[in-house]
């Protein structure tokens, strides 16, 4: 049975995969990274599959149906998000028309979060598979393969054939991960590593996960709250350290490795046990890794010794209120003591922070900018609240009714840039989003800020082709105002 995996076309260089979906302005685009898990494993089952970012590859609608026709797939998976999710469904639509008689089946956090409104909102679509939906396709394409019947399929939801929307049950998540084939195998396979690119990291470079889930409950964060749960689930560290190896071997071009998890350092004790393993197999592949900022300088250390560049941090907000009004969990202070043992270890910092969170206001804000300047972090994002379906944030906005469209189609600009549709009592999403573009200018431009990077570019060349890509991206955005009037 052919299976055909779509990143669907959209924008070009559409991030769809990534936590906050959009057309990034320093040209960031992610890996597809969970239909490529997904891949794997149905590939592992013994089905033929075919994995297309189109997206990435910079393919439109036609190329997709010329090749889903060549293809005759009986099942096609597609990835979706709330920013696109309109222009998903009406791919979704094509390809019904195309061929009839395949399955469509959508994944992803936004068709997690309503199953019910996706599916009443399209015939073509056929079902949608909830949450970590890894193992839920495989059992889906066994099921399609030998005629059973969907009731039996955990984690699905789809409409039989008198039009009665069944949710089954949801599917336990995936507790050894070690069992999953290398996400990079997949890239291998299917992907062409150059046509992605982090503005964070070296160029080329791969993205991996080495555990799935995280602990804390962050209001905002989409992950975990839709896909993969608040239980820290981890591959073994044998595991990771083989596809290290593997990626080392088979890809002499890459010259990074980003790890995905939501927070690898959530568990330090595993960090260093990672590090110590890397250490003694001869690692030199640099790698970079999202963390949170009450990590130990000795974690760090130990880190930075096995590969560790940079670490991505969320600060989010310079305001205590905010941060605990988020679930943070973290206080302010603890940033400064984070940033100077990053320092102190040689650890890169970009540091990430949010406008328009609950009980933000423009004193709030100014909090914000004033900690991005006193961290002076190597690299910096500002962007607006960004509030999805099946997140705490989403209903706070939805429910104090602070959304100020409901139609998922203004979640970006026409040119698929972030914006905010959240407003506050002194703040429109016009003030957020302007806030954030402001900031960026005041961040960047900085005769401090500019005379390092020189220098960085001078000292480590390594560097300076992510510098320079990032710069050149940045700067067709940086005086020119998110959203026009």
Known sequence: MNIYMLNPPFHKKFSRSQRSPAVTKSGVIYYPIWLAYATGVLEKAGFSVRLVDAPARGLDLADVLGQIDEFQPRLVVMDTSTPSIV???????????????????LVGPHVTALP????????????????????TLRNLAECLDGGSDLSSIEGISYRTNDGTIVHNPDAPTIKDLDEIPFVSEVYKRHLVVEDYFYSITRYPEIAIVTGRGCPYKCSYCLWPQTLTGHIYRRRSIMNVADEFEFISREFPQVKEVFLEDDTLTVDQRRSVALSRELIRRGNRLPFTANSRADVSFETLKSLKEAGLRLVCVGFESGDQE????????????????????????????HGCFMAGNPGETPQSLEKTLQLAKDLNPDTAQFLPIMVYPGTEAYNWAYENERLTSKHFGDWLTPDGLHKSVVSHPDLTPEDIVKWCDDARRSFYLRPRYILNKLVEIAYYPGESYRIIKSALSLFRYLFRPSIRQ
């Open 87 to 105: 222009n998903d469904l009406k791919v979704a639509e094509a390809i019904h028309a195309k061929i009839p008689t395949a399955v469509i089946a």
């Open 116 to 135: 019910d409104e996706v599916l009443h909102s399209s015939p073509a679509v056929s079902l949608v598979a909830r949450g970590e939906y890894d193992y």
């Open 322 to 349: 905010i941060l605990d009004a988020i679930h943070k969990k973290i206080a302010v202070e603890q940033f400064y003591q984070f940033r100077k043992s990053a320092m102190q270890a040689r650890v890169l910092v």
